[in-house]
Structure formats: structure tokens, C-alpha cells
């Protein structure tokens, strides 16, 4: 059966189906043929799976992402962090990597991050100077802070599918976003000295100042919605409708960057994405009933315990697995098939739950900056006009770099565990 499963999966992925419906069609193949379950009861199934409280985040933090989008927030944050480290070698560049990591901050969602951050910074990096590859290297691989620091859409579905925490993930991933950050910041700065780029004028205290002031109500997004949930005031679930609420009263009120006949659009692409996310999600399910049926985790768990492998070992087998499930699967996809499956034999190994979402994090991170299916590299080409092999070429410094950084997220617990530690 699990063979079955597996196989049909594999082949109706490489006809080019789309993942979800490859998902569907190989659970449901395999439950008409393999099992004596009425199919009419997987509806059941499947409903009781999605009818799930922090699964309701993830329409709101979509919907918030596309608010502030429009709203004028990523331009004031491209401001702010301009005026204060535009002037040094790579200032640009660093500005749109911090700037990216403000964005994902209130927005959860990679793609979201390249378009806000990139449709503005891109342009202006090659009028200034700097190589039309480097911007849009820098600026497509620091859009993967989306997912990592939180809120993040892929730790939402982790903590649903292994019934973890949401806010233990959403603090687990700051201090690893910040490394990252900074990791990307360091090669912006590096290739900027070295190509000898030219430096923006230096800011004034004064103008420092004014793109603080400007800048004030982005800022104070994240400090709500994050600082809402850890001071108990909200769940992450109804923080993310406090985003989408604050969003709009910042947009239409203080920014005044978004207008009444933005809504529309809004609605329809924010519908859209989460449309594809909850397919993806309930096709998923489907697909995890069978495999805890016919017990193929715990029969993977006991085969690699077999195996007398330790922590180390097994946590690389991952970190290659998960780069290889990367190329070809989104983010939602790959948690939701795989977290059911290795999740186990983390724990049997002694691997914190905490610290096993964010290294599945970091490595979706890696998936989304490398072909064919880095959804990063193709809305940076679509907003660029570069050609989608320019982009992956352009992304590679800055690749290497995430990649050291998801090397140190694995083998260095306490980069995640210290905060929620600290804080639960």
C-alpha cells in the first residue's frame, strides 16, 4: 500500500500535475484499492483535519501581507533603513536585506517580501550603480526571511500537523532570522567593496530622523502583533486579524496610501494564494490519514533508530532530504508530507520538536531561492524581466550564505531553543 502510495505520487508529479492534485489523486487511488474505507468518509476526514483554530491564521496573515503590501509600509521601511546604513559599502543592498527582514516581520509570506521590497529597492540599487545581478541577488535571497521570522504561514502548518506550539515556533525563529539577516547583510557588504560599488551620501541626523518618524507605524506592526501574543493579550491566530484591522487603519489613515478601490484586489489575491495553500493542505491530509494507517512513520522511525544513527547523522539525512524535496515542492507541500513522517524519529533521537520546525524552516528557505521550483528566483525574474537562469546565477553568493546559516541552526540548538526557553 505505502509503496502503492508513493509510486503513484512520484509518477503523476513527474506528468507535471500540480502537487496537490498529484496528492489527492494517489491517497484516493490508493484508499479505493488498498483499504476498505468508504470514500465518502474521507469528507469527514478532511473536514475535521482543517477545522482547526491556528489554521485560521494563515487567510488573516495573507490578507495582512497584501494590506501592507499596497499600504505604504514596505516604502517606509526601505526609507528608514536607507538613511541609516545606505552610506556604507553595499549600503543599498543592506538596507534592502534589513528591510526584507522588517517586511517579514508582519507579512509571513516569502513571495510577498520580494515583490514589496524588491519592486522599489531593485530599481534603485541599478540607478545608483550597483549590477543589475547583484540587486536582484540580494534582494530575491533576503526575501526568504518571510517564512523564517515570524509570523510565518510554514511554521503555522508545522506546529498543525505535529500539534506543536505556534508561539514557541514564532519565537524559536527570530534568532535565526536575525543570524541569517546578518549573514546576508555581511555578503552584500563584501561584494559591494569588492566590485568597488559607489556609497549613497551619508544621512543627516535630521533626515535620519524624519524617516524614523515616517516610518513609525510600520515599525509598531510588529511590535502588536508579536508583542500581543507573548504578553497573552491575543493567540497567534487572532493576532493575525489584529494585523489585517491595524493594517488597514494605517494604510487608510496615517500612510493614506491605500484607497478604497485597492480592497478589491486585495480580496481577490489574497483569496487566490490562500485558496492554493488550503488545496495543498487538504489534499495533505488525505494523504497523512493513509500513511498513519498503514503506520509508515513509525515503521521509517523504527527502520533509521535501527540503524544506530545518532542526532548528527540523521539531522544531515534531513537537511539533504529536505534540499532535495526543495527543487520540486513548495513549502506547505513539503511540511505537511514529510513533518508526519520524520517528525518521530526526531523525537525518538532526542531532537527538541522546537528545534526540528525551524530546521524544516530554514531548509524551505534554501527551496525557495534554488530552481526549478524557488518561487523566490521566479517572482524576482517576473518583476525584473531577467531571465530566470540570470536570477538563480545572480542569488548564488547569497545562497551559500543561508546555506552556513541553516549548517548553524542545525547543529546549534540553542540559536533557536534560548528564547522560548527563556520566555515558556
Known sequence: MGLALFSTLFLLMLLGLPIAISLGLASL??????TTD?????????FSGLNSFPLMAIPFFVLAGNIFTTGGVAKRLINLTNAWVGHI????????????????????????????????????????GYGKGYAVGSISTAGSLGILIPPSIPMIVYAVTVEQSVGKLFLAGII????????????SFYRAKKFDYARAEKASFGQRMRALRSAIWSLSLPIVVIGGIYTGIFTPTESAAVACIIGLIVGFFFHKDLKLKHIPNILIVSSKTTAMLFFIITMAMV???????????????????SWNVGPIVFLLIVNILLFFAGQFMEPTAIITILAPILFPVAVALGVDPIHFGIIMVVNMEVGMITPPVGLNLYVASGITDMPLIDVTRAAFPWLIAVVIGLILVTYVPQISLWLPNLLY
Open 89 to 128: 559599502p553595499g549600503g543599498l543592498s543592506i538596507a534592502g536585506v534589513v528591510s526584507c527582514a522588517m517586511f517579514a516581520a508582519i507579512s509571513g509570506s516569502s513571495p510577498a517580501t520580494v515583490v514589496a521590497i524588491g519592486s522599489i529597492m531593485i530599481p534603485a540599487m541599478v540607478k545608483n
Open 38 to 46: 468508504p470514500l465518502p468518509d474521507l469528507a469527514g476526514k478532511v
Open 287 to 305: 494523504f497523512a490519514h493513509i500513511l498513519t494507517l498503514e503506520r509508515i512513520p513509525h515503521t521509517i522511525a523504527d527502520v533509521i533508530t
Open 176 to 187: 535565526p532570522g536575525i543570524l541569517l539577516m546578518s549573514l546576508l547583510a555581511f555578503v
Open 29 to 34: 487511488v490508493t484508499i479505493y484499492y488498498f
